[in-house]
Each structure stands twice: as structure tokens, then as C-alpha cells.
């Protein structure tokens, strides 16, 4: 099904592949022939192609973060922007936390784009990356978004996804720092057969290459005879779920089917024919055979969590062992009690509830091959229940106008908001111990909405929308859309695009610095940091095995509403992980301010051994994982742990580049190590002359265990110069504003 390749290759100007090593010809021009390459030094302002000094054409925010990062450059100085900047309302739409919150942070989002010359698209209008498709990615470009979905390379658009701070620095002028990524050929070829969806190639894909690491921090370039044979649409299906792969950015071959589409939108002028320029040089290959794909399921809880849905009906005992391990990644993970095997009914796992949403689920033919798999059937009021959101206004229209949401409100189906809720945990949470079939991007521990903090837990698995409407048409009893005898119709597409003209405002290269910007109440300024001084001293505040993901560092769904008022969401830091976390961390912060006697015993002792005084060195928690970060590019991830007084992260593994850019982004020292040390919860851990190592450019730090007194050498890993300012000056802020 799929072959990875770890050694390099050179795909042929005839489109064959050939390992490097039997390459007869100039391998570094052959680098030079790939797709990304091209992108990526149009868009380079640095003086060579090894360190990257990328600006983008084009950044784009959703509104769980954007709030935030415009409070950045408010702390900094507000300054007209100078790249368009499109701010979208779909994360949070819903969620009535906290009563005017969400539309108190929309009408700033709205108030700061009039001031600053930006775009802003209303609520209920689109999802973001469905926006971004329709009005904004073309040929050739590159596009930064804060949410770690942003992805447009089957349109030209090398799309990446970060913390906000990037999104803040491209808005102040500078450059996104990166070094040259390696990058991974993607070979497709044969076609799917009928109820075969892309979320079944995305998932194989993700399955096969998220735990080896594979495509971490890569460029996917997606080439071959297989790309003809998807609709525009699939491809989109299958781009948007790269990032669950860990990969940094995609790119795809362009062509007629891609003009066709954007001319449909009223954007033929944004397509660019893509292909290689000649013998072009990956990093890595993965062979990806269409026709040998079948319906897939990812199981609680993550996205690499991949089984053939074939294989889990065809045994008891197999099923029985997969939800098994289930189980047991609940309890270990929450110590609550959640059962799946109660739920098998016939030899097969009967599920709770179906959603299709958002930028992978919500497009146009996903909804409508719902509606051909549902003709005729009408969902039971006692049964499973399917609610569809669609990705756009246009999207819906169109659905109404080919008659496709017509049959499926006739069938049961409850057509839902333009919002990316189901997803993001903020609609649609399933009742507790329950299981969700849903068509979204994500299925992390907690992320579908319930609070384990109060003794819920429930989860869903990730499907194509094809097989959800199989299981729904089949009381909820699991079932591949292969096994459905279904004639797929064929709809010619419109875009209606009056809904946008005059209903997105657009004011970039205008801004009015009169305007007043209303400013709820619950949004606040982000507190004062401070630098680091020249000894840095660490208390453990908390201690896992395993990876600690983005959404335990700082939930989606209730929390996120919190996403303006930066102490307020920090109270919601590891709740699902560690309950006592917040206050740990908390009284660390504190503990001089309290004068905490022992805090002050450990420094005076500390300051003892380096013949220092307390003004010298920076006290603060830290946090100790072999994996952090996977997920989301939410900054809060970071900033959370900066608030409540963290100076450092410990890992053996930082799981992507955008969250220890986000750790460096808010100061907090991105430590790893080999081999865990032996350091507890409430252990010290002694950092000598941190800040003076880190300005010089040394990429390894002595640590002491004042416990022991052992030495352990700790890597901070590559840094550019501005990365390590930033650093030690304390964070982003400090650092725009010393060179304000």
C-alpha cells in the first residue's frame, strides 16, 4: 500500500525514480530542480539557500489565537501591516463561555483590522482554510497561519503553520528563520475505488509515518501519474491531513484540474503549471499505490492510531484486543474508567454519534457523497445522530442549489454552521463514555470536549465521511462505505462568490490609525517577563513519561474562549494531565513575592556554590516529558507555562519545529537530552551561566541536580542569532521592543 524510502532519490525528468547513489549526474543542481526549492528562494531574503530568511505573501489567523497575537503588537507598537493579514471566525463561534468573550474579541479582531489594514471575514462565513482556498492561494506562494492545518499545496501555495508569534513577526517586518528542510518526494499513482475518500489515504499515510518520525519538520512533494485521478477536492482531503504527519510544509504538481477549479472561484490569474524542472533530488521517497487504498479508522487517540476498518469487523478477538489498548491508554492517561468493548454489537463496535466538519470534512464532495450512501434511508430519532457543517457559505449554497442538502435533511441529517466546532471540541462533545465517528482533522485525548477534570471522558475516531454515512445508513454498527453498493453522482461545481464581495472586510493598504478599537473586558495585556539573568535555577513543577500534546498544555473547546485574557486560560494548563499543576507552578512564581523560605534556603545555598548574589539568577518551574508539543500551532501551549513562571522545558523530543519556536518565542529554554536525568517533581535543577552560553552560540548547557549534585549535559539544539536574543531577553516582546 505504501513504501517509504528512507535514502535519497532523484526523480527523473521522465518521471522515474533512481537512488542518488546510481545518479550519474550533478546531484546539488538536482536539488536545486525541486518544487520547493523554486518556492522557497523566491521567498528567501538571505544570501543562501542553507538558512532561510523566509517572507510570506500572505498570513492568516483564526480567532482562538488571533486576539493574542494582536495583543503582541499592541505590547510592541502597532504599526500599519505590511502583508495582508486575513483574520477568520470559525474556532470559537459557538462557545458561550463566559458570556460577550467571543464576540468581545471578534469585534477587536474587526476594530484592529480597520486600524492596522487587514481582512476580516465574519463569523459563520467559512472556515479558515476553506477561505483561504477559495480567495487566497495560488501559484507559487507562500502563506503563514497560525493554526497548524494551514495547508494549500495541491492549489501551488506552500502553506505552514505556526505559533503566533511568527505571525506577529512577519506583521513587524521580520523574517521567518529556518534552516533548509529536507525534502520527501511523495509518489502517487492508480486511482481509488468507489468508497475510498481521502481521508482513507491521509489516514494510511499518517499511520505509516507519524511514529518513526519519517516526515517530521520535511516538505512533502506530492508527484506522479496518481494526482490526475483525484477531483480537487480529494486533494485538498488529503493536504490538509499532512500536518498530522509532522511534516513542516506540502507542495503539489499543478495542473488542468487545478486551473479549472480556481477559474470556477474567479481566480484563473493565481494558477502556476508546478512540476519539477528537471532531475530533481529528494531527501526520502514514500510510494503511495491509490488503488490499493481502502477504508480506514483512526481510534482514540491521535490520528497515527490507524486500523483497516475491514480488518477490525472481520475478528472478534483482533477487535477486542485494539479496543483494549484503548482502554487502557484512557485510564492511564486520565484514571478514569472508559470502555469501547461494551459497544460491539454483531462482531462489530457500534458508535454514538457522526460529525463532518471543518477544512478536511466540510467540502462539497464529501457532503454530497453523504447524500448519495444516505438516498432512501431516513437515521433513526433513537440511534447514532450525523450532523454536517459545511466549510463555507459557498459550500452551502451550493449544496442547496444541486438539490444535495435537500436529500439530506429528508434522510435525518442535520445541516450545522460554517465553524470548525466539532473539531475543536467547542459543539457536538459526545455524552460521556461514548464514541464519535467524525471527519476532522484531530481525535487528541480531550480535544472532542469533555473535562476529565470533573470526571468526564468520551472520545471519537477519525473516518472519511464516505464510511460515517455507511455506519450511520447502518444503525451505527462500524462499516466500510466499500461495502455499500452506492452510485456516486457527478455535479458540475458553481462558486458563488457576492457572498464575500462586500460581506469580508477588506482593508489591507488602508488603515485609519482614528479608528477606536473596542476592547472587551476580559481582554487584557499580556504581563510583564523578565530577562534571564545569568544563572538560571529550575524547579520541577511537573514530571510525565510519554508526549504531552499542545491540547493537554492548553485545551481546545471551553478554555480557548479564555484565549484573550493570558492568566485566565493559563488556570487551564495540563487540567486533563496534572490538576495540581497550575497552583505548583503558580507558587514557584511566587515564592519570593510570599517569601517562601525554603525557595530562599535552596537560592542562598545556590548562590553559595557560584559565589553569586541573588540579583544573578532567574528562578522559575520547569517541565520534564520525553515527547512535547505534538498538535496544534496554538502559542498558548507555551505562553501558558511563561505566565505561570516557567523558564524551561525538558524532553528527550521536541515533537515539532512550530512548538519549540513557540518555547524559544515566549523564553522558555528548549532543553533535551538522550537519556532522561533523575529529576522528580520538586527536584532543582541548576543551570550556570545559562544566559552568557546562550549568547555566545554554544548549543549545549551544563545542568547540576542539586540533589545529587550530578552534571548532565543538556542540548538547547540550533538557534539564529535572533533566536537566542530573543531567548534571554525574555520572549518576543522584550525583544521587538529593544529594537523598537
Known amino acids: 500500500m505504501i513504501q517509504l524510502k528512507k535514502e535519497p532519490f532523484v526523480r527523473l525528468a521522465d518521471g522515474t525514480f533512481v537512488r542518488a547513489c546510481d545518479y550519474c549526474a550533478d546531484i546539488e543542481t538536482a536539488r536545486s530542480h525541486t518544487m520547493a526549492w523554486r518556492i522557497l528562494e523566491a521567498h528567501n531574503e538571505g544570501p543562501d539557500m542553507e538558512n532561510l530568511y523566509l517572507k510570506f505573501d500572505m498570513l492568516v489567523s483564526p480567532d482562538d489565537n488571533y486576539t493574542s497575537i494582536l495583543q503582541e503588537l499592541c505590547a510592541v507598537g502597532e504599526r500599519p501591516l505590511a502583508i495582508p493579514w486575513i483574520l477568520t471566525n470559525c474556532h470559537n463561534t459557538l462557545a458561550a463561555t463566559g458570556g460577550t468573550i467571543n464576540n468581545d474579541d471578534h469585534a477587536y479582531g474587526l476594530g484592529c483590522m480597520k486600524k492596522l489594514g487587514g481582512i476580516f471575514v465574519p463569523p459563520y462565513t467559512a472556515v479558515i482554510h476553506q477561505y483561504m482556498r477559495e480567495c487566497a492561494a495560488g501559484g507559487g506562494r507562500m502563506i503563514l497561519g497560525s493554526d497548524s492545518h494551514t495547508r494549500y499545496g495541491c492549489l501551488g501555495t506552500m502553506g505552514i503553520g505556526e505559533g503566533g508569534t511568527e505571525i506577529a513577526r512577519q506583521a513587524l517586518g521580520s523574517t521567518y528563520d529556518i534552516r533548509r528542510p529536507p525534502v520527501i518526494a511523495v509518489k502517487l499513482s492508480g486511482a481509488p475505488v468507489p468508497g475510498v475518500g481521502p481521508m482513507d489515504v491521509a489516514l494510511t499515510l499518517i499511520g505509516a509515518v507519524f511514529d518513526c518520525g519519517f516526515c517530521k519538520n520535511k516538505i512533502l512533494e506530492v508527484v506522479g501519474d496518481g494526482i490526475a485521478n483525484l477531483s480537487m477536492e480529494y486533494r485538498m482531503g488529503i493536504d490538509v491531513m499532512t500536518t498530522e504527519t509532522a511534516a513542516l510544509s506540502s507542495i503539489w504538481m499543478t495542473d488542468e484540474t487545478v486551473r479549472e477549479w480556481l477559474a470556477i472561484h474567479g481566480r484563473e490569474d493565481a494558477y502556476e503549471k508546478l512540476e519539477p524542472t528537471g532531475d530533481a533530488l529528494y531527501d526520502g521517497l514514500i510510494e503511495i499505490d491509490l488503488s490499493s487504498m481502502e477504508p480506514m479508522i483512526a481510534l482514540p487517540f491521535h490520528p497515527s492510531n490507524v486500523y483497516s476498518i475491514r480488518e477490525l469487523c472481520r475478528d472478534r478477538a483482533y477487535l477486542d484486543g485494539v479496543l483494549e489498548s484503548v482502554e487502557k491508554d484512557a485510564y492511564m492517561r486520565s484514571g478514569l474508567t472508559y470502555t469501547l468493548r461494551d459497544k460491539i454489537k454483531n462482531k462489530r463496535l457500534m458508535v454514538q454519534q457522526a460529525s463532518i466538519a471543518g477544512c478536511a470534512g466540510g467540502t462539497f464532495d464529501n457532503i454530497a457523497a453523504v447524500a448519495d450512501i444516505l438516498d432512501g434511508y431516513k437515521i433513526s430519532g433513537d440511534g447514532i445522530s450525523l ?54 482533522s484531530r481525535n487528541y485525548y480531550s480535544r472532542e470536549g469533555s473535562k476529565t477534570d470533573s470526571g468526564q471522558l468520551s472520545a471519537t475516531a477519525l473516518m472519511d465521511a464516505r464510511s460515517i454515512a455507511s455506519t450511520v445508513r447502518n444503525g451505527g454498527l462500524l462499516t466500510a462505505a466499500t461495502e455499500m453498493d452506492t452510485v456516486y453522482r457527478k455535479f458540475d461545481y458553481h462558486f458563488e462568490n457576492t457572498i ?216 538547547i539544539g540550533e538557534m539564529t542569532e535572533e533566536e537566542r536574543r530573543m531567548l534571554v531577553l525574555g520572549g518576543m516582546i522584550n525583544y521587538y521592543r529593544s529594537i523598537r
Open 387 to 440: 450532523g454536517i457543517y459545511p466549510a463555507s457559505q459557498p459550500v452551502f449554497l451550493e449544496t442547496m442549489r444541486q438539490g444535495v442538502a435537500e436529500r439530506l435533511l429528508l434522510s435525518g441529517v442535520t445541516i450545522r454552521p460554517c465553524i470548525c466546532g466539532p473539531c475543536f471540541g467547542t459543539v457536538d462533545v459526545p455524552a460521556n463514555n461514548t464514541l464519535g465517528i467524525r471527519h476532522v
Open 500 to 715: 464575500y464581495r462586500g460581506g469580508v472586510y477588506n482593508g489591507f493598504g488602508c488603515p485609519n490609525p482614528c479608528i477606536h478599537v473596542p476592547k472587551g473586558p476580559n481582554i487584557k495585556d499580556w504581563p510583564d517577563f523578565s530577562e534571564m539573568r545569568k544563572h538560571v535555577l529550575l524547579k520541577a513543577a511537573a514530571c510525565f513519561e510519554g508526549s504531552i500534546t499542545t491540547d493537554e498544555l492548553c485545551p481546545s473547546g471551553e478554555a480557548s474562549s479564555l484565549r484573550s485574557n493570558p492568566e485566565k486560560i493559563a488556570a487551564y494548563t495540563l487540567i486533563s494531565k496534572d490538576q495540581e499543576y497550575v497552583e505548583y507552578a503558580g507558587n514557584i512564581r511566587d515564592a519570593l513575592e510570599n517569601e517562601n523560605t525554603g525557595t530562599r534556603s535552596v537560592l542562598e545555598q545556590v548562590c553559595t556554590m557560584l559565589g553569586s548574589e541573588m540579583k544573578d539568577i532567574s528562578y522559575g518551574s520547569l517541565l520534564i516529558s520525553d515527547k512535547i508539543g505534538d498538535g496544534s500551532s496554538r502559542e498558548q501551549a507555551a505562553s501558558n507555562q511563561k505566565v505561570l513562571g516557567g523558564w524551561a522545558n525538558l524532553a528527550i523530543e521536541y515533537s515539532t519545529k512550530r512548538y519549540r519556536s513557540n518555547c524559544i518565542s515566549w523564553g522558555l529554554i528548549p532543553l533535551s537530552c538522550k537519556e532522561r536525568p533523575d529529576l522528580k517533581k520538586g527536584d532543582y535543577l541548576l543551570l550556570p551561566d545559562a544566559s552568557g552560553k546562550i549568547r555566545m552560540g554554544e548549543e549545549q548547557l551544563e545542568g547540576i541536580i542539586l540533589k545529587t549534585g550530578e552534571k548532565v549535559r543538556l542540548s
